[in-house]
């Protein structure tokens, strides 16, 4: 799906996981068959059961597990499962404070800011492999592409296991399409005619400026991904290649180049030249603060995470899906946030985690857990079947290809590739700013972004 990553330090992070697990082993760690009743390790020292903490973020789309744990305790009595849960803003610090107070969730994923390349960095996590072999596990049991599971490999040692993947895509109103008598953009991602340039071209036809922001529409809003991220749609890369050997730390970074300040500028032309995107403002004056405009029925085309699905069906006007327009990178042309479960390397009960995530995994659960959590993507390929036809008015062949496309042009979002990223996204917020409001050029504010990033990298 991807450019594939590789870390560093694989030899001290092997002692001091080798050492967790003895840990681990000590404290009675056991598989489900080992832990039954009569024999093996008590919470409070009765009935042979074990507790293993979930750790999530407090929201419907993912506090539905708990709908899934009565099914999983009935099939494993020597297993029960809490789910602990945070807000998305504290969802980092909580955990933190967790692992500091020897409370260590069990089961966990980067649901906050901080990402995986950060989790292992601080040595947070458990390898999975040896447990994986014990098991027998074979992600293609779960209908899990190999290609997603290389992702949360270092130097082949697994630390997580896909159970999401969000793409990057196009939703576009219907409605307005056909009041400019333009045709729909196409799902296919091999059709090379659809390129950024015709996407500006349809724009233009669909925006429309007044005086009376009621009947002020904008053809397309293209968010993309992360603020440091939207180069590589270009195919300028901010950081180097090395990022991906050396566990999410870059030797360099080019956010000064020409070729990033020039993707940059493609990108706020679209605002402030061709005039067919919404500037910040306009967008929270008609949807809100955290509203979308496109969902207000404002915008044309919407380019962003695969989230935006979610909504679809109560959206007043008739939506479509289609492929992320070429834009000059032949092997990248979606952002990708694939959600793994990982097990933390403090847990005292990992082989009893794993039953867990591999419940998860199957394909019954999977295809029920679109519907529980409102329409979250499944990594299980038979399930994405279901997911497919979940969306109403869109047709599911679309759903489809958009989604099998921009997961082969597909490549992992920063935020789970590179350390220190939740000061490097506060950063670039901050400083991009006064770019966003016209203030300042991205020729006065990206040599100041290059040297903020090699200041937080560096730390």
Known sequence: MNIRRRRKGIVGMILILVAAMALSGCAGGKSAADTAPGGGETDSGGGGQVTITHYTIDSPDRTFIEQLVPEFEKQHPNIKVKVEKAPYEQFDSKLQTLIAGGNSPDVTSHYGYGGFAEYYNKGMLLDLTDLMKEDGFDAATYSIPKELMEIYKVNEQTYGIPVNIYVTLMMYNKDMFDAAGLP?????????????????????????????????????????????????????????????????????????????????????????????SPTSEWSKSVAGQNGDPFVAGKIGMTVGGSWILAGSNDFPFKVGVAAVPWGGNDKVRSNLFVDPLMILKDSKHPKEAFEWIKYLLTDEIQEKSIELSGGNPPVNTKAAEAYYKHFEGIEPEDVKKVIEGSTKYGFESYNHLVVHYSQINDMFINEM???????????????????????????
């Open 184 to 276: 729909y953009p196409p799902s296919d991602y091999e059709d090379k005619s659809w390129t950024f340039d015709k996407m500006v071209e349809y724009a233009k036809q669909m925006t429309v400026v007044s005086d009376d922001i009621a009947k002020t529409q904008y053809g397309v809003d293209f968010a993309w991904s992360e603020r440091d991220m939207k180069p590589l749609y270009f195919g300028a890369e901010p950081y180097s290649k090395d990022t991906w050997t050396n566990g999410g730390v870059p030797s360099e970074t080019y956010f000064d180049s020409p070729e990033v300040i020039a993707a940059y500028n493609k990108l706020f032309d679209l605002i402030f030249k061709e005039k067919v």
């Open 433 to 459: 700013q006064p770019i966003e409001t016209g203030h300042k050029t991205v020729e006065e504010v990206m040599p100041v972004i290059q040297k903020k990033v090699t200041e937080i990298l560096n730390r």
